[in-house]
Nanobody, 118 residues
Framework: QVQLQESGPGLVKASQTLSLVCAVSGDSITRTWTAWSWIRQPPGKTLEWMGVIPYDGNTYFSSSLKSRASISRDTSKNQFTLQLTSVTPEDTAVYYC??????????WGQGTQVTVSS
């Protein structure tokens, strides 16, 4: 059973780069057809899909974030990382990593709160 655990700073200053790590257990991030995603939920708003890194290492992002977001992976540690540059208070949210395939992500981490201070 796959499990995901997000980690990173709870507080980031505006204009800095946010970096979050998702540690994966119970599955391999390189197993064929799997995909590994980042999703966030700002306070009082709906969930927002941010981007994905499938098993082959390619990356895809939402159009609204692709200029600031990147996803990388460390296959030796079985983890993947989100970086978001030039953050603003509007990037304050609970950030989740999720696992799945075929653009469906049924398994999520518990989420990590990130607050951007102005």
């Amino acid at each position: 059973q796959v499990q995901l655990q997000e980690s990173g700073p709870g507080l980031v200053k505006a204009s800095q780069t946010l970096s979050l790590v998702c540690a994966v257990s119970g599955d391999s991030i390189t197993r064929t057809w799997t995909a590994w995603s980042w999703i966030r939920q700002p306070p009082g708003k709906t969930l927002e899909w941010m981007g994905v890194i499938p098993y082959d290492g390619n990356t895809y992002f939402s159009s609204s974030l692709k200029s600031r977001a990147s996803i990388s992976r460390d296959t030796s540690k079985n983890q993947f990382t989100l970086q978001l540059t030039s953050v603003t208070p509007e990037d304050t949210a609970v950030y989740y990593c999720a696992a799945g395939k075929d653009w469906t992500f049924p398994t999520w981490g518990q989420g990590t709160q990130v607050t951007v201070s102005s």
